[in-house]
């Protein structure tokens, strides 16, 4: 049983920071991406970032200069580090991957359970 499990999300004021983790887990044989997508009431899901096994990274326009994304490939972990966090980020985050899952190898795509970031004074 492959599996991503979130942590990090809560309550935070305007200007303030927030670090979101996303841990895999399971017969996991390479993991090729991992990102993070949110959804706001009434809204699609978005990216929000993305890092492939490269270690390249992809934005949203709306987080550039504010989030970063980074990996610890030993644990199977992303991490979304979110600064100078605005209203407008309030929102459900979903850690997802796309990774190669062994005996038998096959490639999966999976989400986590979200994670609420409220951004309110």
């Known amino acids: 049983q492959v599996q991503l499990v979130e942590s990090g999300g809560g309550l935070v004021q305007p200007g303030g920071s927030l670090r979101l983790s996303c841990a895999a887990s399971g017969s996991i044989f390479s993991i090729n991406f991992m990102g993070w997508y949110r959804q706001a009431p009434g809204k699609e899901r978005e990216l929000v970032a993305l890092?492939?096994?490269?270690?390249?990274?992809n934005y949203a326009d709306s987080v550039k200069g504010r989030f970063t994304i980074s990996r610890d490939n030993a644990k199977n972990t992303v991490y979304l580090q979110m600064n100078s966090l605005k209203p407008e980020d309030t929102a459900v985050y979903y850690c997802n991957a796309d990774l190669i899952v062994a005996a038998p190898y096959r490639n999966l795509e999976i989400w986590g359970q979200g994670t609420l970031v409220t951004v309110s004074s």
């Open positions: 890092i492939i096994s490269g270690g390249n990274t």
